[in-house]
């Protein structure tokens, strides 16, 4: 089954930087583009990044761009966040997904925590 496990959370102050990585397994990972979300206390998921399968091309919500970067190797099947310069306003749960936003596959997802 498709299983998707994300690590590297945690608390961080302001301007700071944190790596998330996502371990995926059960299903084609090198044909599947990747995304990572996120969700703050009383909000919406939205969308923070996605990568194709190739890892050619890549998108990002305005409010990260220039601090975040995503990327992935197929190889070992993980995809990471690379969030530098860190704000409070990007504490949140951070999930991998894969596939149609109502149809796909989450993690549990990991608590980002930037304090000011």
């Known amino acids: 089954q498709v299983q998707l496990v994300e690590s590297g959370g945690g608390l961080v102050q302001l301007g700071g930087s944190l790596r998330l990585s996502c371990a995926a397994s059960?299903?084609?990972?090198?044909?599947?583009?990747m995304n990572w979300y996120r969700q703050a206390p009383g909000k919406g998921r939205e969308l923070v990044a996605d990568?194709?399968?190739?890892?050619?091309?890549?998108k990002y919500a305005d409010s990260v761009k220039g601090r975040f970067t995503i990327s992935r190797d197929n190889a070992k099947k993980m995809v990471f966040l690379q969030m530098n310069s860190l704000k409070p306003e990007d504490t949140a749960v951070y999930f991998c997904?894969?596939?149609?936003?109502?149809?796909?596959?989450w993690g549990q997802g990991t608590q980002v925590t930037v304090s000011s």
């Open positions: 997904h894969v596939g149609p936003f109502h149809a796909g596959y």
């Open positions: 059960g299903f084609s990972f090198s044909l599947s583009s």
């Open positions: 990568i194709t399968s190739g890892g050619d091309s890549t």
